[in-house]
């Protein structure tokens, strides 16, 4: 009986503290991953054809509902009237070519800045022609540290906004490009934090969701850090060690981006 306690002891004393193993050993495993290895998720607007809001699509999400915000990685949702806190630290422009819905619709491709095919678009209704006889999309990409709500923690996420969308991504610009330091000089990109939530816009073609922007102005430490982690983020994409996609995977599909934003298409930017 003696011997049976002392073996049992020496079996618990054995088993090591998990907490304290996985502090000793944080990211042991993750050494080989790099930036080219993970995806930056979107976070994107749940309008009325979204897959998620589907009950017989696979990428169906029970609760979600339109004007919901939604990110592509982690599958969380973000009520319409509660948001998401973010913290930016980088923008870039894309411009991106879709085949028509016509032609069975899909991504082809991003092209560069001084690809001279953008001088020679023309309009056809709301849509910008290439000459190839595609859609050119112009997209205002924001890089983010978008807050955890269940956590306080940040991470990274994209925001990117075409179509109806570049009207508040150009408001949204113009505030933030206005926001001073003490000394007055222009407030960098991540010291600001801001309240990313949607409303409904209509015109005589539809209804849709669009984004409401809010400054958030409140000091707190989750904040702070956030602005910390997206000043790194900032640095990381200025170097090149990060690029932003063109759009998430899933979107490239088919068709799918095309379905999905049908709703902005008879509107101007």
């Known amino acids: 009986m003696v011997n049976a306690v002392a073996e049992k002891k020496a079996t618990e004393v054995a088993i090591p503290n998990l907490s304290s193993l996985l502090e000793e050993e944080a990211g042991a495993g993750l050494e080989n991953f790099t930036t080219e290895d993970m995806q930056i998720p979107f976070i994107r607007i749940l309008q009325a054809l979204s897959p998620q809001l589907n009950k017989q699509d696979s990428m169906y999400i029970q609760g979600a509902e339109q004007g919901d915000i939604f990110n592509t990685v ?24 879709f085949a028509l819905r016509s032609s069975g619709g899909g991504f082809i491709r991003e092209l560069s800045a001084d690809d001279k095919d953008i001088g020679l678009t023309t309009r056809e209704g709301a849509a910008e022609m290439l000459p190839s006889g595609n859609e050119l999309v112009r997209t205002h990409q924001h890089v983010v540290m978008a807050m955890d709500p269940e956590t306080n923690q940040g991470a990274p996420a994209i925001l990117d906004m075409k179509k109806t969308q570049l009207k508040v991504s150009r408001r949204w610009n113009t505030v933030k490009n206005g926001i001073r330091l003490p000394s007055g000089n222009p407030m960098p990109l991540y010291g600001t934090a801001w309240s990313i939530k949607t409303v409904a816009e209509s015109n005589d073609q539809g209804s849709w969701y669009n984004y409401k922007i809010d400054r958030v102005t409140e000091a707190s430490k989750e904040l702070e850090t956030m602005m910390l982690e997206a000043r790194t983020m900032y640095q990381s994409f200025r170097k090149g060690d990060i690029k932003t996609a063109s759009a998430p995977a899933e979107e490239m599909q088919s068709g799918y981006l095309l379905q999905v934003t049908a709703l902005f298409l008879w509107s101007e930017e």
């Open 74 to 97: 982690s599958q969380q949702v973000y009520k319409s009237d509660q948001g998401v806190i973010v913290v930016p630290c980088f923008f870039e422009k894309k411009f991106l070519e």
